[in-house]
């Protein structure tokens, strides 16, 4: 049951995001459209509780109730991030808004940009692995709760690996490409009257 029902708020997340949207910017009910995408976080609310529920009636701990923690761990994390991130892009392509900033794409700007990501995959894992330790603690076995624990060490090598990621543009940064530079250049120099 929970299998399906995390694969059902992952569709209902982008189906309520993309009529949010849509009335929003399509049909210009602001309001409404803000509505409905507040009711995204209800979704995880649902799922934690169907979770737990499916715990205490005695279900197996399956890898689909880590991914559950997963998925609640991601909303926590990249929620807000990407609803804003979408929301800009339809404010300018349907709405009257003006192009969405683009992060940085070279030098020590995106380092910082990709150290905040970092961040955010951090409170994934962290959030997850709370919601999964408490998990563990519920079902009181450690051989029965492997899943979770085994969704834990996902959560933290996915951090892990992102966190690599993030370091090689602090180490290694990009550069932007020597046309692209004097264009920079030139376009924030004043020429004299």
Not at 49 to 71: C, F, K, M, S
Not at 89 to 118: N, Q, S
Not at 161 to 185: F, M, N, Q
């Amino acid at each position: 049951m929970v299998g399906w029902l995390v694969l059902a708020c992952e569709v209902a997340f982008w189906v309520l995001l993309v009529a949010g949207l849509g009335l929003r910017y399509l049909l210009r009910m602001p309001r409404t459209g803000a509505a409905l995408l507040l009711c995204e976080p209800l979704l995880e609310l649902v799922l934690l509780a169907a979770t737990v529920i499916d715990l205490r009636n005695g279900a197996e701990p399956q890898w689909y109730h880590g991914l559950a923690a997963l998925y609640i761990g991601y909303t926590v994390a990249y929620g807000h991030y990407t609803v804003t991130w979408l929301d800009g892009h339809a404010r300018h392509r349907f709405g009257d808004g003006t192009p969405p900033v683009r992060p940085p794409r070279y030098g020590t700007a995106r380092a910082a940009h990709e150290g905040r990501l970092w961040l955010r995959t951090v409170l994934l894992a962290a959030v997850a692995s709370g919601l999964l330790l408490l998990g563990t603690w519920y079902v009181g076995d450690a051989e029965r709760s492997a899943p979770l624990t085994g969704a834990i060490r996902l959560a933290w090598r996915v951090a892990g690996i992102h966190g690599l990621i993030a370091l090689s543009y602090a180490v290694l940064p990009r550069r932007a490409p020597a046309g692209e530079e004097r264009e920079k250049a030139l376009a924030g120099h004043r020429w004299p009257h």
